[in-house]
């Protein structure tokens, strides 16, 4: 978390949390979803607008969490913005070259690979040191061949249903206030 996020929780500590305002699809994109957007209907149908300012990003990335129910938001100096989640909590991208590192959404390393699930649409996940995850569609060649050549086993694919999975890795896909 950043200096300055810390900074202003001390200084304003019961500021109300902020719901439904903001939310992170299934290709690792933020989208800001305002009154209008949120009248106009559910995510990922209506999406918003998507954050495109790198600054902006970075921050979001350096103040991502999750609270203890499962819901993740970015600690936006003293407010909780909640991020409704299409998917999962992170986005995978499948690193080029030996090993098939996968790096989040937000840049961090995801760790060592625990297991990979397919559900039911033939989207895979995996489940990493740093958390769940979806990977990124661009990289399905790469996770194929990461499945290929694993010795561990962790990248065969279990399958399991896509409304099991928020409740197996606990996390929350609509945080609600």
Not at 97 to 104: I, K
Request: proline share 7%; net charge negative.
């Amino acid at each position: 978390m950043d200096d300055i996020v810390k900074a202003a929780l001390k200084k304003w500590p019961n500021v109300p949390h902020c719901h439904g305002w903001l939310a992170l699809d299934a290709r690792g994109q933020y989208y800001m979803r305002d009154d209008r957007v949120q009248q106009a209907g559910p995510f990922p149908a209506v999406k918003g607008s998507r954050i495109d300012h790198d600054k902006l990003r970075e921050f979001i990335h350096r103040n991502y969490a999750a609270d203890e129910h499962g819901a993740w938001f970015f600690q936006n100096g003293p407010q909780r913005v909640y991020v409704q989640l299409e998917a999962a909590p992170y986005v995978w991208r499948v690193q080029p070259g030996p090993g098939h590192v996968l790096v989040a959404h937000t840049g961090q390393a995801a760790g060592a690979l625990r297991q990979s699930y397919l559900d039911e649409q033939g989207r895979l996940f995996a489940d990493t040191e740093l958390g769940f995850g979806l990977v990124h569609t661009m990289d399905i060649e790469r996770a194929a061949q990461a499945v290929e050549e694993s010795t561990t086993g962790a990248w065969a694919p279990v399958e399991m249903p896509f409304a099991q999975m928020p409740a197996r890795f606990g996390y929350r896909l609509l945080p609600q206030a």
